[in-house]
């Protein structure tokens, strides 16, 4: 059993310090992956915190089948899923939505490289949930095969064929792109 897993165990029991430590030890995982969904970095501080209380909730509940973390990321998608839900029929438009930038060597390139992550980020919102999901699990969280499998509760084949298309369908949309770039 994984030490995570024993602290969510201690929770169950009434230890309090157990959850502080998890919070603590996951907040900036768990807001990075729904900032990667949403794109509003306050919004995913926010829908953290709704996780968080998710996973406070049921304690009671938590049975150590697999690694902790596979626990959490299980509850931040399909938090993420509803919001996405939500956002559809809400039709809302975030215009908070900050690019990351890397250090690098001018000014231009500097708007070069955010432009090309506010692509990709845009190409990636196009996706389906079922094929954004495990990519941005796999390419921004860095989780297996397997541990996607079980994120997404479905056989490490199809986590396999979600991301060949994610990939195969980003290609295809980034490539007029690519092409303008030569």
């Known amino acids: 059993m994984d030490i995570d897993a024993e602290l969510m165990l201690r929770f169950k029991q009434g230890d309090v310090s157990s959850f502080e430590k ?10 990075n992956i729904i900032y990667r969904f949403i794109g509003d970095r306050d919004e995913a501080e926010d829908l953290a915190i709704e996780v968080f209380l998710k996973v406070y909730k049921s304690a009671k509940a938590y049975r150590a089948e697999a690694k902790f973390s596979t626990y959490l990321y ?19 438009v975030s215009l908070n939505n900050p690019v990351a930038s890397k250090e690098l060597s001018s000014p231009v390139s500097i708007l070069e490289q955010r432009e090309r992550e506010a692509l990709v980020k845009k190409m990636i919102d196009t996706l389906p949930p079922t094929q954004r999901i495990p990519l941005i699990l796999q390419v921004y969280e860095g989780l297996s095969y397997k541990e996607i499998s079980k994120v997404l509760g479905c056989s490490v084949k199809g986590v396999e064929r979600r991301l060949y298309r994610a990939k195969t369908a980003l290609r295809k949309k980034l490539e007029p792109y690519l092409r303008s770039q030569k």
């Not at 998890?22 to 807001?31: A, H, P, S, T």
């Not at 993420?80 to 029929?89: D, P, S």
Request: glycine share 0%; proline share 0%; charged share 40%.
């Open 22 to 31: 998890l919070m603590r030890k996951y907040k900036e995982q768990v807001v």
């Open 74 to 92: 299980r509850i931040t998608v399909n938090l993420c899923i509803n919001e996405l839900k939500r956002r559809k029929r809400h039709k809302s």
